[in-house]
């Protein structure tokens, strides 16, 4: 059952489904989504679907638990950086705000920029 849950949901195309039913899908059968990448239900993608039909306080705690929970460095600031501006799209400016300073958006080291076309 899980396979076809990754078939139908990941491979299949959710993307394909109105957001609202991929969403339902997803809620209702969540037991059979597996651990790892794309299949975890705090995924930042999931957060994405939610934000696209107007679900910006589920959105919001997805994301939250993510940065409290699972990430460190700079996939934590860039998903911290994502829940601001859902925080933003909610009207919660202090909330964003704080999300930035406790996530350290903008504090990590810059990576050298890397030349589109090399010498």
Known sequence: ????????????????????EALSLF?????????GRGGRPDDPYL??????????????????H???NRLQGEERS?????LAQVYLMNHLPDKALETLKTTGYGLLSRRPAVAAHPP
């Open 27 to 35: 809620y209702e059968f969540r037991d059979l989504v597996p651990l």
């Open 47 to 64: 957060a994405d679907r939610l934000v696209k039909i107007d679900l910006l306080d589920r959105a919001a705690m997805l994301l939250d």
């Open 66 to 68: 993510q940065i409290r």
């Open 78 to 82: 860039r998903v911290g950086a994502r």
């Open 1 to 20: 059952m899980e396979d076809t849950f990754v078939t139908r949901y990941n491979k299949e195309g959710a993307d394909a489904m109105p957001p609202l």
